[in-house]
């Protein structure tokens, strides 16, 4: 049977997010037709994925909808697998990867990106220093492919803050903020307020996303198959989800 797909988001108290997820959720069920896909929220929304993953038969497969590690990778999400299946496999986090940057280049064009404005790449932070280092990764990819400096600024925890970088870079030029958010609530509420120019809209329902979650589907699948002659056993779904290397970041 092939593995079922559990999205799991973190979850949002915003009805516009909560749309915005179930229409990611529409847009990886059409890239892959007949394949089981079910939404699932960490905390706040409805259902939680401790409701869904007992509820769904057969092999699944967990793709957190998160855009760099942190606490609710590393630790929340491997004690609700923990307690609700533990034989889930547990596929890695979405960013950084190519795919978000062209998405991300995208809605700034859409936002009114002009040729001159300065680029600050808005994530909602974290107090997890390799969460932020993946927020970082993804602003250079940003830079790399507007070709100018993009600077990575924080709504919550992580320096510099969004006010910060947007009063430095002000000074100079416009500002445009490319939302590091899959979609609206409360952190990219605080990216519109931090004064920018220009803000994008959240990653949301893009084909590039969803193809993204398949990528991470297909590489969770990858990490377990066994040698020639041997049978594939789920391991732990714990360490998939604490480990970077059970998905590649290109």
């Not at 890239?31 to 079910?38: C, I, S």
Request: proline fraction near 6%; hydrophobic fraction near 50%; charged fraction near 20%.
């Amino acid at each position: 049977m092939t593995p079922a797909l559990i999205l799991a988001a973190h979850g949002t108290r915003s009805a516009a997010g909560q749309r915005t997820l179930a229409a990611l959720a529409q847009t990886v069920r059409r890239a892959r037709p007949g394949r089981r896909v079910a939404l699932s929220h960490l905390e706040i929304s409805a259902p939680l994925l401790a409701e869904v993953l007992p509820a769904v038969p057969g092999p699944v497969v967990v793709v957190p909808l998160l855009l760099a590690g942190g606490y609710h990778v590393h630790i929340d999400l491997p004690a609700v697998i923990a307690r609700s299946r533990a034989d889930a496999v547990v596929a890695g986090w979405l960013g950084p990867h190519r795919l978000l940057t062209s998405a991300l280049v995208r809605k700034l064009a859409r936002a009114g990106l002009r040729a001159d404005d300065a680029v600050v790449l808005g994530a909602a932070g974290s107090s997890d220093a390799a969460a932020l280092a993946d927020v970082r990764a993804a602003a250079h990819r940003l830079a790399v492919r507007l070709a100018r400096p993009v600077t990575a600024a924080f709504a919550s925890s992580g320096a510099p803050s969004l006010e910060e970088a947007v009063d430095r870079l002000g000074a100079a030029a416009g500002v445009a903020i490319a939302s590091y958010v899959l979609a609206p609530g409360f952190f990219h509420d605080r990216l519109t307020a931090a004064g920018a120019g220009a803000v994008s809209e959240p990653l949301g329902a893009d084909p590039d996303v969803a193809a993204l979650v398949w990528r991470r589907y297909d590489e969770a699948l990858g990490s377990r198959r066994a040698p020639a002659g041997h049978s594939v056993t789920a391991a732990p779904a714990l360490r998939h989800a604490t480990r970077r290397g059970a998905r590649s970041v290109r």
